[in-house]
């Protein structure tokens, strides 16, 4: 199999051909730089706060967001947050991969995790919260992990959070929303986040949005970046997990299905979006922690009760 661009010998096969290591490491490239022009996901005004894990997903936006802002010229400020849930054996590698690649790069790195702010690791709270919501590890997670980016990122002064988000990632979430029949939450997704600019919610973006999961595993294995390939021990326990079996064996199948749930899904957005400005969801703070909410409490704080409580 040759790069049909140059005959070289091709690392990797894609919808429109095969591509060798330089044409495929600047395609990448050149993909990510365009989705951010193109959404104007960075404005020369924000400060950026790369939302971080140390896994390869988030390595390489953080190393191409920092990448652009040199390329374009723009003296953005920049700085890295990771949130350490608490998983065992698992955290606490990629954050060791994280504060290596953040010396290396000169990234300025904040954590901030679980244990400190919500009185519990996840291994820890886990047991307690499922015991009488029977809610997920994957949900418990979900829900604290951007309640706390969301707050110290707007504390830090961050006026966006960069995630580290795929393609594959989006094309599931997209399906879950749309089997679960939950077309509010649809309507959030997309390049940029939220509908409506509410005061309390920091902005997120995602450059990584039309690369493929197989694309950002080559792009970390081809730059030798020290990266942990190994799942989160909890990550087969989802919904979100028979949703990515049941999309990679469609894709295997019939290549471009990814591509295609994006494209339908962003044919729709502008609809969805006009649908949530006719009703929008009201959002108020908070009532024990002040954070932005659409309930009298928010979810992070009911999960914290049960924990104390125990
Ligand atoms: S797989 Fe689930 S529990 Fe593990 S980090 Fe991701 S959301 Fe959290
Ligand atoms: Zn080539
Ligand atoms: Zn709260």
Known sequence: MNCHKCDAKAVISLQHGSLCKSHFLSYFEEKVFRTINKFQLIERKDKLCIATSGGKDSLTV???????????????????????????????????????????????????????????????????????????????????????????????????????????????????????????????????????????????????????????RLYTILKGWQVQFAECPYSHTGYRHDIQEMLNEFEQKYKGTKQGIINSFLAMLPLLREEERKQPEEIKPCQECGEAANQEVCNACKMKAIIQSC
């Open 62 to 216: 953080l190393y191409l967001t920092k990448k652009y802002l040199e390329k374009y010229n723009c003296n953005n400020e920049l700085f890295a947050l990771a949130v350490d849930e608490g998983i065992a054996k698992y955290r606490e590698k990629t954050l060791r991969d994280l504060h290596h690649f953040c010396r290396e790069q000169n990234i300025r790195l904040e954590t901030v995790s679980f244990n400190e702010e919500l009185g519990k690791n996840l291994d820890v709270a886990y047991p307690f919260i499922n015991k009488g919501t029977k809610k997920k590890p994957c949900h418990i997670c979900g829900v604290w992990r951007r309640y706390l980016l969301n707050k110290q990122a707007r504390d830090l002064g961050a006026t966006k959070v960069v995630t580290g988000h795929n393609l594959d990632d989006e094309a599931q979430a997209i399906v879950m929303n749309l089997f679960k029949a939950n077309t509010k939450i649809a309507g959030r997704l997309g390049p940029i986040s939220g509908i409506e600019e509410q005061e309390l919610f920091v902005q997120r973006v995602k450059p990584l949005y039309f690369c493929l999961e197989k694309e950002v």
